[in-house]
């Protein structure tokens, strides 16, 4: 792993698989460790407060957002999240990477006050399996999956702005490639590998 910390910022369609591969990819790396994020949102079943999101009202988050505390924040599904200045500055104060797992517009808010973050984003193998997994997931109602698929299919267009793409076919191999960016020794993944666009416009264009 390269020493010198660093902030990763990655950001992924609903249902790509985000949480799962950084999870797959700290629990191997002491030196990797995720921000915790602030939300409006509830807790979802066995998520912690403090380690998957501070949950909090609104009118805390605004509290919060008023006293300049967050680097990002976005509303997402009628709920807003954001990332806390403080916990970015005590990873990297610690000598560890930190990564944000944020939506896009977030990660453009990010790229523009720290230019010199790596930001990666997740697509899924298909469009299909885009949709499985988030049925599967069986956290949502059904009008709400919808909502989710419909955004996702927004969210995928976004990947050009990011230095670069990993397809979420297989969590090994995802994961794999994810740590190879953190070691400075990938360029399979760059969003300027023709080859790597010829596979997006496939997941994003063909069939549609």
Not at 75 to 100: C, D, M, P
Not at 108 to 115: E, G
Not at 174 to 182: C, D, G, H, T
């Amino acid at each position: 792993m390269n020493t010198a910390s660093k902030l990763f910022v990655i950001s992924a369609p609903s249902g790509a698989g985000k949480t799962t591969l950084v999870k797959s990819l700290i629990k191997g790396n002491e030196n990797i460790k995720c921000s915790t994020s602030y939300t409006t949102r509830a807790p979802r079943i066995n998520e912690k407060e403090g380690e998957d999101y501070f949950f909090v009202s609104k009118e805390e988050f605004v509290k919060l957002k008023n006293s300049n505390k967050f680097i990002e924040h976005a509303k997402v599904f009628n709920n807003f999240y954001a990332t806390s200045r403080e916990e970015i500055e005590k990873i990297l104060f610690q000598g560890a990477h930190a990564i944000l797992e944020i939506d896009w517009q977030g990660a453009r808010q990010v790229r523009q006050s720290i230019p010199e973050c790596v930001s990666i984003f997740i697509l899924p193998p298909s469009k299909e399996e885009l949709r499985e997994r988030l049925i599967n997931r069986a956290t949502d109602d059904a009008k709400t999956i919808e909502l989710r698929i419909t955004e996702a299919n927004r969210d995928m267009l976004q990947w050009s702005d990011f230095d670069y793409c990993i397809i979420n076919d297989d969590l090994e191999t995802a994961k794999k490639e994810l740590e190879s960016i953190f070691s400075n020794e990938n360029e399979v993944n760059s969003t300027k590998n023709l080859m790597l666009l010829e596979k997006i416009n496939e997941i994003l264009y063909v069939n549609d």
